[in-house]
C-alpha cells in the first residue's frame, strides 16, 4: 500500500459545490494564478492558457521586468509584484507556484491557508519536513496539492508504466538511469537535490512504490561544497534495484533510462527525435540442469526489437490537465505531494549517504501506510 494521495481530495469552496453538479462540472472552468514569471513560469502561463478548462486569472513575480514579455504576448494580463494579491481573489480557485526552491512552502502554506489548490514545481519543498506540513495542509482543507514532475506526463513514461504494469517485461530486476550534461550549476543546491527528483520520481511511478533504501557516492569537481557528479543506488521493498548517475560535467547530453525484465528489456532515450523507447525482446532464461541437483542452465535469448509509436503531447499541457481532474473529478495523479514528499525524503537519505561514505541509509517515513 501506498502514502495517500491527497491529489484526489475534494475541492474547496465554489471549486467544490461546482464539483457535484455532474456534467456541469465536468465542463467547469477553474481560475488559476502563477506564481513565477522566470525559466518555468512561462511554459506553464502557455499551457494554462492553452487549456479550455483554465482560465488564468494573474501571474505574479517580484521581477516587474519578468512580467513585461507575457503582458506582451497575453493582452489583458493582470500581472502582480506580491503574491498575496491572488490569495483573496475570489476568481482564483488555485496558484501554479514556478519561484525558487527555498520559496516554495511558503507560498504553498499561504495558498493553501486561503483556500486554493496548489500545484508545485520540484523539488517540492527544500525540507521533507515543509513537505509533510503542506499535505497535512491540504489534507485537512480538502484541496489538492500536486506536485509537477513532468516527466511522469510524457507518452514514453506513461508507456513504461503500462509494460510494467501488465507484466510485459516479466519481473524487474532493475532499473539504470543516466542523466548527465555539462550543467547547469545549481549556486545552492548540489546535483542530487537538482536532477535526482526527475529519476526517483519516475522510478517511484513505474514501481508504484517508495524505496526503503538509498546509497550515494559523489564527487566535487567544481566546487568543495557541492556534489557536481552522483551515484544513487535505490532499493525497493521487493527487491527491484534502482540506479542513477547524475552529472553537471559531461561533455554529451543524455536522458536515458533502462529496464531489466525477466520477459523483455526497455530502453527510454529521451534525447531521440524519433524513437524514445526501444523494447527489446531479449533476457535470460533459467532452467534445471538435469546432469546436477544443485546447477542451472543460463541461456539467453536475442529476440526483435520494436520502437512503438509514443504520444507527442507535450507534457506540461497533461500536467494541467491532471490538475484540473484532481480538483473537479477527484482524480488521483501520479504526482501528488505525497509523491513529491517521498521524492525528498529519498534525496535527504541520499546526502545523509554522503557524509556517511557511501553507506545504506533508510529511508525515514511512513512509507507503506494508506
Avoid at 546535483?191 to 526517483?200: G, K, M, R
Wanted: charge should be negative; hydrophobic fraction near 45%.
Amino acid at each position: 500500500m501506498s502514502l495517500p494521495r491527497n491529489g484526489s481530495a475534494r475541492g474547496a469552496g465554489r471549486t467544490s459545490q461546482a464539483s457535484t453538479n455532474g456534467h456541469a462540472a465536468r465542463h467547469r472552468t477553474l481560475g488559476v494564478a502563477i506564481i513565477g514569471a522566470g525559466y518555468w513560469g512561462p511554459n506553464l502561463l502557455r499551457n494554462f492558457f492553452s487549456s479550455e478548462r483554465w482560465t488564468v486569472e494573474a501571474l505574479v513575480d517580484v521581477d516587474e521586468k519578468r512580467l513585461t514579455k507575457p503582458r506582451r504576448l497575453y493582452p489583458g494580463l493582470r500581472t502582480f509584484t506580491d503574491f498575496e494579491a491572488v490569495l483573496n481573489d475570489e476568481r482564483v480557485d488555485a496558484v501554479a507556484v514556478a519561484t525558487p526552491i527555498e520559496s516554495h512552502y511558503a507560498i504553498a502554506r499561504a495558498a493553501l491557508e486561503a483556500g486554493k489548490h496548489v500545484l508545485i514545481e520540484k523539488p517540492m519543498c527544500a525540507l521533507s519536513s515543509e513537505a509533510q506540513h503542506l499535505c497535512a495542509m491540504a489534507d485537512e482543507r480538502g484541496l489538492v496539492l500536486m506536485v509537477d514532475h513532468t516527466y511522469l506526463y510524457t507518452g514514453a513514461v506513461r508507456y513504461l508504466k503500462q509494460l510494467v504494469a501488465s507484466q510485459q517485461l516479466g519481473r524487474v530486476f532493475y532499473m539504470d538511469a543516466v542523466r548527465v550534461n555539462l550543467g547547469l550549476f545549481h549556486p545552492r543546491y548540489d546535483v542530487i537535490f537538482d536532477l535526482a527528483p526527475h529519476d526517483v520520481s519516475i522510478m517511484n511511478y513505474l514501481m508504484d512504490a517508495q524505496p526503503i533504501e538509498v546509497a550515494a557516492v559523489a564527487s566535487y569537481g567544481v566546487s568543495a561544497e557541492r556534489a557536481d557528479v552522483a551515484y544513487l543506488t535505490l532499493k525497493y521493498p521487493s527487491g527491484i534495484l534502482g540506479h542513477a548517475h547524475l552529472s553537471w560535467l559531461s561533455p554529451a547530453k543524455v536522458r536515458r533510462l533502462m529496464i531489466s525484465g525477466t520477459h523483455r528489456m526497455a530502453i527510454w532515450d529521451d534525447t531521440e527525435a524519433s524513437e524514445k523507447v526501444k523494447v527489446f525482446d531479449s533476457g535470460v532464461d533459467v532452467s534445471p540442469d538435469p546432469e546436477s541437483r544443485y546447477e542451472r542452465l543460463i541461456s539467453y535469448r536475442t529476440g526483435d526489437m520494436i520502437a512503438p509509436a509514443i504520444s507527442r503531447t507535450e507534457a506540461l499541457s497533461q500536467v494541467v490537465a491532471a490538475f484540473w481532474d484532481s480538483i473537479v473529478s477527484h482524480v488521483p495523479s501520479p504526482s501528488t505531494g505525497y509523491d513529491g514528499l517521498a521524492v525528498l525524503r529519498v534525496i535527504e537519505a541520499a546526502e545523509q549517504s554522503l557524509r556517511a561514505n557511501g553507506a545504506f541509509v533508510h529511508i525515514a517515513g511512513e512509507a507503506n501506510v494508506s
